[in-house]
């Protein structure tokens, strides 16, 4: 599980090198000013960056387990160590819920 970790953390960074030249290329292939034949070849640029680049790429995951599903966003843990977490009222502003 740790190399998923590893190449999830690998995938963020390609992403952050080419996030902006990534969003100007979309920009411009979605401008209908310019023509068709350019706008071609923009989307052919977008093409050759690497595939790692796209934010589809990028999976939450527990930073503590590496666990892919169930991941609280406010917390970048799993529901599994965010409940032990609460229990042990290691989180602050979130208590158990009890009946």
Known sequence: MK???EKDKKR???FSNFEQKRALLKALIRNENLSKKIRWKISLELAKLPKDSSLTRIRNRCVLTGRPRGVQNYFKVSRIILRDI??????????KYSR
């Open 3 to 5: 190399y998923l970790v």
């Open 12 to 14: 963020r960074q390609i």
């Open 86 to 95: 609460i229990s042990k009222g290691e989180a602050p502003g979130v208590t």
